[in-house]
């Protein structure tokens, strides 16, 4: 066995192939680091060293993308971050967000005031220990202030070397264009799964200008993968999980899906990396695509 084949042994999500954020390119499995929080995304998680154990193993894997959010905790997944894995090696993107404050588990409220922007951009620096955020996400535009000033505000960190590339997070087509005008947009994070396609046109939209879309909730399949569904059934003919088939209908679906699945399981991460190296026909491929995306 030559040390090519036993890297990419180790090394699944390479077979996920690479795609360029700006100018940094990453593998297009990457690693949400929501979960790692306590309920609600609220507090500590029960085990944090295991939590800090699954980062190191994703990017054991070949994850080269950790996304994460100053309000995951509020603060802990940043946290945990900077603990697992500084100094980060070389070609590792951190990508994080702020524009969704925390009043307790499950709570979320959108501020997205320039003061607000600019204040969380600096915490998230610190506790990432990063000088420049390589992607700094709008996690949400506040309907309160003008979203032009959120843009703008983004923009500013853009020029002033906070902030390397901008993403933005639950968005319209309409709402990605007026902040093009302002703002580059590398990175869109929308809700994307196989019950849940609201989001298509955004997906459609991303693929001219290769903006990344980064789907979250990825591995959503409701009755899909219920016993002789079609999630099921495809299971049975790749002996794949329902995650894995989850996970690789979804980089077959658009060139520019970058899905980040998580977990707290160091199982379950390994299980989730290993999508990469699912090869779906294209006859199944087309059986999930034509599976209702409403289905629970």
């Not at 088939?245 to 060139?255: E, K, M, N, T, Y």
Request: charged share 25%; with cysteine; aromatic share 6%.
């Amino acid at each position: 066995m030559t040390d090519e084949t036993t890297r990419a042994d180790n090394r699944p999500v390479e077979a996920s192939g690479r795609f360029r954020l700006g100018d940094l390119e990453v593998h297009r499995l990457g690693f949400g680091a929501m979960q790692l929080t306590g309920p609600g995304v609220w507090g500590q998680p029960a085990d944090p060293a295991q939590c800090l154990a699954v980062l190191e193993r994703a990017v054991d894997l070949g994850v080269d993308l950790i996304d994460t959010a100053d309000s995951y905790g509020p603060e802990v997944s940043e946290s945990l971050v900077f603990q697992a894995l500084h100094p980060y090696p070389d070609g590792l993107v951190i990508a994080t967000k702020a524009g969704l404050t925390r009043q307790g588990p499950g709570q979320w409220l959108p501020v997205g005031r320039p003061e607000y922007l600019r204040q969380q951009c600096e915490l998230s620096s610190r506790r990432l220990g990063l000088e420049r955020i390589d992607l700094f996400q709008l996690h949400r535009i506040d309907p309160k202030v003008p979203a032009d000033e959120q843009f703008g505000t983004l923009a500013e960190l853009i020029a002033e070397g906070k902030v390397r590339h901008v993403g933005l997070s639950q968005v319209s087509v309409d709402e990605i264009e007026a902040a093009r005008r302002i703002v580059p947009v590398t990175s869109v994070q929308n809700r994307f799964n196989l019950t849940d396609r609201s989001s298509s046109d955004v997906l459609d939209y991303c693929t001219e200008p290769h903006i990344g879309f980064i789907p979250w909730f990825p591995m959503a399949a409701g009755s899909l993968a219920r016993p002789g569904a079609v999630v099921d059934r495809i299971v049975g003919e790749t002996g794949a999980t329902p995650a894995q088939v989850s996970l690789a209908w979804l980089l077959r679906r658009s060139p520019v899906m970058l899905p980040i699945p998580g977990t707290k399981s160091v199982d379950h991460v390994e299980e989730n990396c290993g999508a990469a190296r699912i090869e779906l026909t294209d006859e199944q491929v087309s059986l999930l695509d034509a599976a209702s995306g409403s289905a629970r």
